[in-house]
Each structure stands twice: as C-alpha cells, then as structure tokens.
T-cell receptor, first 115, second 117 residues
Framework: DSGVTQTPKHLITATGQRVTLRCSPR?????VYWYQQSLDQGLQFLIQ???????AKGNILERFSAQQFPDLHSELNLSSLELGDSALYFC??????????????FGPGTRLLVL | AQKITQTQPGMFVQEKEAVTLDCTYD???????LFWYKQPSSGEMIFLIY??????QNATEGRYSLNFQKARKSANLVISASQLGDSAMYFC?????FGFGNEKLTFGTGTRLTIIP
C-alpha cells in the first residue's frame, strides 16, 4: 500500500458525460501528479499540482481539468467524454520540495470506461 | 524531449533464475533520475528502485538492483532469484525536471515478465 488513495476504483459512463476522479496523497506529500494509461498511448503525464498550485503540465486535453484543495487532495475532472478517454487514471504523490527529485508513489488508479 | 526505450515486450523466465530487463534512455540533461515500477495484473503501480544520475554506485533494493551505465545511457533492472509473484509488467521511467520542483515522469512501453514454475 503506497498510502495514496483514489476513488472510485471503477467508473462506467456514457459519451458526452462528465466525471470527477478523486485522489488523496500520502500524508505530508505536497505534490500530486495525474497520469493516464491507455492501450494506444501508454502511460502519459497529465498535470502536476504543488500545494494547491498548478505546476508542470503535459498533453492534457482542454476537456480535462484538475485542482488541488487546501487539504491537499486533488480532483481530476473529465468532461464531454469520448470513447478514447477510456483508460486507467493514476494519481501519484511526492514530498515536493523546491528542488524536487523525490520518488512519486502511485495510487491504485481509477479505471474509466466510456460507452 | 526525454525518451525511454524498453525493447523487450515480453520475457519468460524460469523460477529462481535471475532476469535482466533492459532500459535505455535519451536526455540532454545532466541531472536526472531513473525509476523502475512494477504493475501486477491488479493494475497498481509499485515503486521498485531509483537511480540518480550522479550516484556512483548502482542502486539496490533487496532482490532488485539497477545496472546503471551512464555512458551507454542504460538503466537495466536485475531481479535475482525470481519468484512467481514477480510476474507483472515492468516500467522504466525518467524524471524530467523543469526546475523549482516542477517535474514529470516519462515512461517506457514496459516489459511483461512471466515467471515459469
């Protein structure tokens, strides 16, 4: 158990809908990262938050947005869902310092299926 | 941009044998970090081992060791005395550092390891 929690574990929804994925980082970790794992694109970095602020950004679609709240939990919002958004979405956390460089520990993932 | 290459899509290894999973990387950065993660069939990503670019000694964690050859830009994972529970996907990853703690991981395509009893 990495100490990172994600809910829900599974999500089935229809095209055009909107969903919210939730992540709680390990106790004391300030940085949260979101990754998408799909069959065709592999593991792709989406976005990083540090202590509530957006930091590094990957090829995150405009239909996707994220935020990190004062209690450090994070949410990833996916809207206008398409079939191709079906994937395993991971949240990871690290201690987060100005120098960076800590190990990222991953949550169990949320498996999203868009029908 | 950084790139991670894992050339072995799948490997079959007899139980109790040692196994080496290959990973090569490409970066122009002087400071970087290399990671290996394990993904069992249940789906979670489990951190195994880390090697910093300035670390002179190869990293070891129990049965896992990282064979780091900086000049060849390779970071192979060695698992000694393999066990049935080692059957999983293994991903090599590199940390890309944008400064001030802004960073991301770039992953390879993975190697599926199957341990044969």
């Amino acid at each position: 158990d990495s100490g990172v929690t994600q809910t829900p574990k599974h999500l089935i929804t229809a095209t055009g809908q909107r969903v919210t994925l939730r992540c709680s980082p390990r106790s004391g970790d300030l940085s949260v990262y979101w990754y998408q794992q799909s069959l065709d694109q592999g593991l792709q970095f989406l976005i990083q938050y540090y202590n509530g602020e957006e930091r590094a950004k990957g090829n995150i679609l405009e239909r996707f947005s994220a935020q990190q709240f004062p209690d450090l939990h994070s949410e990833l919002n996916l809207s206008s869902l398409e079939l191709g958004d079906s994937a395993l979405y991971f949240c990871a956390s690290s201690a987060g310092t100005s120098g960076g460089g800590e190990t990222q520990y991953f949550g169990p993932g949320t498996r999203l299926l868009v029908l | 941009a950084q790139k991670i290459t894992q050339t072995q899509p799948g490997m079959f290894v007899q139980e109790k044998e040692a196994v080496t999973l290959d990973c090569t990387y490409d970066t122009s950065d002087q400071s970087y970090g290399l990671f290996w993660y394990k993904q069992p069939s249940s789906g979670e990503m489990i951190f195994l081992i880390y090697q910093g670019s300035y670390d002179e000694q190869n990293a070891t964690e129990g049965r896992y060791s990282l064979n780091f050859q900086k000049a060849r830009k390779s970071a192979n994972l060695v698992i000694s005395a393999s066990q049935l529970g080692d059957s999983a996907m293994y991903f090599c990853a590199m940390r890309e550092d944008f400064g001030f703690g802004n960073e991301k991981l770039t992953f390879g395509t993975g190697t599926r390891l199957t341990i044969i009893p």
